[in-house]
Structures are given as C-alpha cells and as structure tokens.
C-alpha cells in the first residue's frame, strides 16, 4: 500500500556529487523509517543511511558517514540522499525502502518490507 520511486541517478565523474530522491506514495503515514541501500555488481545489497519518518533522525553505514547525508520532507513525501565526494567504489544501484515496524535492526534490510526499483548510479574517472 506504499509505493516508492527512486530518481536522479546517473553518471558522474570521481568527486563529484548527487543527490538521489524517492518519492513515496499510498499509506505514507504508517512509514516508520525509510533507508536507502545499494547494490554494486556482484555484491550483495548493502545499507547506506536512513532517517525516522516523524523525529527526523538519522542513521548510517558507518563507512559512508561524512560523504552522504539523509534527509526527508513528509509534506512532499520525499527522501533524499545527497552523495558527495564519489568514488567509484560508489557504482551501484540505489534503491530506497520503507519500514512500518519499529525494529533495532535498522541497519540491515530486515525491517523495511516495501522497496523502489533502484536507480543507477556509476562513478567514472
């Protein structure tokens, strides 16, 4: 009953910037948490950064954390992850997901049962 829609994915040289919207839509109020993951070929799909629907606060792989910054507008519905300072080990596909249980696990993909269909993001030199 929640749909996601990831965008703004795309090409962009090393050091460069994104930034990554998903918009959400359907039963929005009963999203508890929304995370962005991503998956690089041949690798299993990783958690990024998150962020609480109704306090605002934010979580993050700790790898990531200082480069990517998680933000949310629940008037527009909208997530966002703002990508600086890529690399290619950044190539992936990005998706976005939503939890609507509270669950310690936030890290990890276990809570989040409903999921957008990614949106490529490919870092060159």
């Known amino acids: 009953q929640v749909q996601l829609a990831e965008s703004g994915g795309g090409l962009v040289q090393t050091g460069g910037s994104l930034r990554l919207s998903c918009a959400a839509s359907?039963?929005?109020?009963?999203?508890?948490?929304m995370g962005w993951f991503r998956q690089a070929p041949g690798k299993e799909r990783e958690f990024v950064a998150g962020i609480f629907r109704s306090t605002g606060s934010t979580y993050y792989a700790d790898s990531l954390k200082g480069r990517f910054t998680i933000s949310r507008d629940n008037a527009k519905n909208m997530v966002y992850l703002q990508m600086n300072s890529l690399q290619s080990e950044d190539t992936a596909v990005y998706y976005c997901?939503?939890?609507?249980?509270?669950?310690?696990?936030?890290?990890?993909?276990?809570?989040?049962?409903?999921w957008g269909q990614g949106t490529q993001v490919t870092v060159s030199s």
């Open positions: 359907g039963r929005t109020f009963s999203i508890w948490a």
């Open positions: 997901a939503a939890a609507f249980r509270s669950d310690p696990r936030v890290k990890t993909e276990t809570p989040y049962d409903c």
